[in-house]
């Protein structure tokens, strides 16, 4: 065990050097300067080579990325925005995970039980009309892009809230910057209520691809379950359908659907962008949308696909120890 889990920590402290040098030689090479920002086309020319000066910008980009990474690992410290002087990028982004984290897990609760309800029936009734139902409603749930479902439910979904996490006006005191935890820890079900309506729209959009997916990887799974010599032997054994498939097929499909469930867990997080912009949500993927946009921010950027690639590959890490513990036929060699 010791030997599989620095096998592990090593392969995932690689991935994130990679991911780290990657993000940081791609956000370099995004039109503009994010001192312009700043000064405008015509800055002085003084206070502009003091600028690149105070953030090594006019260092060879070598330089540039070691440094960088010398002070993330003795530190831990992203770095301060160059378009807005003296914010804190760690700060900012501290401040941003929770409203991401929130509408991801929301999405992922919304998209499991449906997807792996429409694959179990799709797999019952196979070949009948609530399979083909549930093939038809995941390939349009991949097919459809985000952001114009998005804008299509905001016009059609009028009585929901469609933008922010609760109404202008009211102030919830955070404890754990999650606003349903919130709400609840404060005892305040009124509060908690108008962050779900706020919530459910935009989980709702983010939870189609998933849940498609899941709903394939359940039928998939299902079927190969259907023939094994397990469930042949519990249906002679004069055990219903119903018995047979929610005792015995469902606990081995769910293997393979945990392990994409925890990464599309991973992908939702980085995928957030589009439905945080139209909806105004206020996380990681319209904090990444207003660097990019409004001023080629690199620290901002930077340190923002940085965490989300942490992230992701922490889940895939404790991923790997979940599957191993929910399907005892893995070996660790």
Not at 77 to 106: F, Y
Not at 121 to 129: D, G, I, L, M
Not at 170 to 197: H, M, P
């Amino acid at each position: 065990m010791i030997g599989y889990l620095t096998r592990r920590l090593l392969h995932a402290a690689a991935t994130i050097l990679v991911a780290l040098t990657l993000v940081f030689f791609a956000v370099r090479v995004l039109p503009g300067n994010p001192l312009l920002a700043r000064f405008g086309q015509h800055p002085d020319a003084r206070q502009f080579a003091e600028l690149r000066e105070k953030y090594g910008l006019d260092q060879p980009i070598a330089v540039q990325f070691g440094r960088f990474v010398w002070k993330l690992a003795t530190t831990g410290d992203l770095g301060e925005s160059i378009a807005r002087p003296g914010v804190s990028v760690s700060r900012e982004l501290a401040n941003k995970i929770p409203a991401t984290v929130e509408l991801t897990l929301a999405a992922l609760l919304i998209a499991i039980p449906l997807g792996m309800g429409a694959g179990v029936a799709a797999a019952v009734w196979r070949n009948r009309w609530p399979d083909r139902l549930a093939m038809f409603g995941s390939l349009m749930g991949v097919s459809i892009p985000v952001f114009f479902l998005a804008i299509c439910l905001r016009n059609v979904l009028t009585f929901l809230p469609t933008s922010q996490r609760l109404p202008p006006g009211v102030v919830l005191d955070e404890i754990t910057g999650l606003y349903l935890v919130d709400a609840l820890l404060r005892g305040r079900i009124d509060w908690f209520l108008l962050a779900c309506q706020h919530l459910l729209l935009p989980a709702l959009v983010l939870s189609t691809v998933p849940m498609a997916i899941i709903a394939r990887i359940t039928r998939s799974t299902m079927l190969d379950a259907f023939t094994g010599d397990y469930v042949r032997t519990a249906r002679a054994k004069g055990a219903s359908l119903w018995r047979v498939v929610l005792r015995h097929a469902l606990p081995n499909a769910a293997v393979p659907v945990t392990n994409i469930a925890g990464l599309q867990l991973g992908l939702l997080l980085s995928g957030a962008v589009l439905t945080e912009t139209v909806f105004d949500w206020p996380g990681l993927g319209q904090y990444i949308a207003d660097a990019v946009v409004h001023s080629p921010d690199y620290a901002s950027v930077q340190g923002a696909a940085i965490v989300i690639a942490a992230i992701f590959v922490a889940l895939n890490l404790l991923l790997d120890f979940v599957y191993l513990w929910l399907d005892p036929r893995i070996r660790l060699s």
